[in-house]
T-cell receptor
Framework: AQTVTQSQPEMSVQEAETVTLSCTYDTSENNYYLFWYKQPPSRQMILVIRQEAYKQQNATENRFSVNFQKAAKSFSLKISDSQLGDTAMYFC??????????????FGKGTKLSVIP | NAGVMQNPRHLVRRRGQEARLRCSPM?????VYWYRQLPEEGLKFMVY????????ESGMPKERFSAEFPKEGPSILRIQQVVRGDSAAYFC??????????????FGQGTRLTVV
């Protein structure tokens, strides 16, 4: 079974500064996908960024980028120029094909990020 | 195009009652996924359905839980004889096709079930 570990239950960052959220995972799979989701107080789950495991190049989406270290099974999220609207829970997630046409997401417990004005 | 709609947003049930959670996927989406989020935990997969078919229910508790996605109408997650441990937020996600890494599943805002 896959496990996803987010070791930082809570973090805070000053507005306009940079913050890095850590995530490690454990799997014996070779082909899989990794995601970061944001959950603001509205509870809506919003996809932030995704990475294919077979791609060495780190994914980037505007102010969000990842540092993917496959050998270390590490997938951290860097948020640059933090904005107040970035305040949310952030979940790291792992996806693999589980058979029968089904792809399952396994989520970590989340990191609560607070952006301080 | 409205997003994934879940109702109710909040549901309170007494122990032993039944809970029915509804999920209307985005227009044009025929694949639905249910996840459960216990307090202080991440989301855990429960079941994956296509119209009129259960594709993968490997995350569903064997007893008291059932799910359906009829030809017409919303997907329903049904919990019979609820217990305190069922208190959680239940999220539904939908996608136009079977989710792959580049086929995004869109999440609803969840139903928070409280069992008293």
């Amino acid at each position: 079974a896959q496990t996803v570990t987010q070791s930082q239950p809570e973090m805070s960052v000053q507005e306009a500064e940079t913050v890095t959220l850590s995530c490690t995972y454990d799997t014996s799979e070779n082909n899989y996908y990794l995601f970061w989701y944001k959950q603001p107080p509205s509870r809506q789950m919003i996809l932030v960024i995704r990475q294919e495991a077979y791609k060495q190049q780190n994914a980037t989406e505007n102010r969000f980028s990842v540092n993917f270290q496959k050998a270390a099974k590490s997938f951290s999220l860097k948020i640059s120029d933090s904005q107040l609207g970035d305040t949310a829970m952030y979940f790291c997630a792992f996806m693999k094909y589980s058979g029968a046409g089904s792809y399952q997401l396994t989520f970590g417990k989340g990191t609560k990020l607070s952006v301080i004005p | 195009n409205a997003g994934v709609m879940q109702n109710p947003r909040h549901l309170v049930r007494r122990r032993g009652q039944e809970a029915r959670l509804r999920c209307s996927p985005m227009k044009g989406h025929s694949h639905v996924y249910w996840y459960r989020q216990l307090p202080e935990e991440g989301l855990k997969f429960m079941v994956y359905l296509q119209k009129e078919n259960i594709i993968d229910e490997s995350g569903m508790p064997k007893e008291r839980f059932s799910a359906e996605f009829p030809k017409e109408g919303p997907s329903i997650l049904r919990i019979q004889q609820v217990v305190r441990g069922d208190s959680a937020a239940y999220f539904c996600a939908s996608s136009p096709d079977s989710v792959t890494w580049n086929t995004e599943a869109f999440f609803g805002q969840g139903t928070r079930l409280t069992v008293v």
